[in-house]
């Protein structure tokens, strides 16, 4: 089964300064897509960020990159510069490649808190 | 302006009055799906829908009921709630065809049974 795996229940970052959010998966299956979705505390669902598993580059979308490393199963989510508006709940997901659906599976989330 | 659009935001509830949430997005997608979110849980899904008349089971299906009668809305369905049911709730869609895009959340709906 797929699993989505976010080790840091919470983490406490400079404003300004470069943060990771860690994410592991697991998956048997060669073909799969990861996102990236931000919660603020208004409780909306943001979409930031996508990796498809056959992607050649990390993807990257303004301040946000993902350090993708196939072999360790890994997808870290890397902000630059962090800002104020940047606190928030982070998710990582995965779509496994079940045919005909588009079931997402999701980790249990890092909050991120940048301080002034 | 492309939305899922979920009512209501906020829901306080007793046990076992039967509720339901509704869910309308108006960008033509065929694929819908409901999630609960809690707390070191992520989102897990409940139901999900391929399309008009085709709905499936998720992940944590028992207490709730789906229906897709029109493209557009997505109900879910809480026949007799109960207190492990308070959650808060995204109704999402997204295309069939599987795309970079991901999924297009509703705002959520917190609901708390008593």
């Known amino acids: 089964a797929q699993k989505i795996t976010q080790t840091q229940p919470g983490m406490f970052v400079q404003e300004k300064e470069a943060v990771t959010l860690d994410c592991t998966y697991d998956t048997s299956d060669p073909s799969y897509g990861l996102f990236w979705y931000k919660q603020p505390s208004s409780g909306e669902m943001i979409f930031l960020i996508y990796q498809g598993s056959y992607d050649q580059q990390n993807a990257t979308e303004g301040r946000y990159s993902l350090n993708f490393q196939k072999a360790r199963k890994s997808a870290n989510l890397v902000i630059s510069a962090s800002q104020l508006g940047d606190s928030a709940m982070y998710f990582c997901a995965m779509r496994p490649p079940i045919q005909g659906a588009q079931k997402l599976v999701f980790g249990q989330g890092t909050r991120l808190t940048i301080n002034p | 302006e492309a939305q899922v659009t979920q009512n209501p935001r906020y829901l306080i509830t007793v046990t076992g009055k039967k509720l339901t949430v509704t869910c309308s997005q108006n960008m033509n997608h065929e694929y819908m799906s409901w999630y609960r979110q809690d707390p070191g849980l992520g989102l897990r899904q409940i139901y999900y829908s391929m399309n008009v008349e085709v709905t499936d089971k998720g992940d944590v299906p028992e207490g709730y009921k789906v229906s897709r009668k029109e493209k557009r809305n997505f109900p879910l369905i809480l026949e007799s709630p109960s207190p492990n049911q308070t959650s808060l709730y995204f109704c999402?869609?997204?295309?069939?065809?599987?795309?970079?895009?991901?999924?297009?959340f509703g705002s959520g709906t917190r609901l708390t049974v008593v």
């Open positions: 999402a869609s997204s295309l069939l065809e599987r795309d970079r895009g991901g999924y297009t």
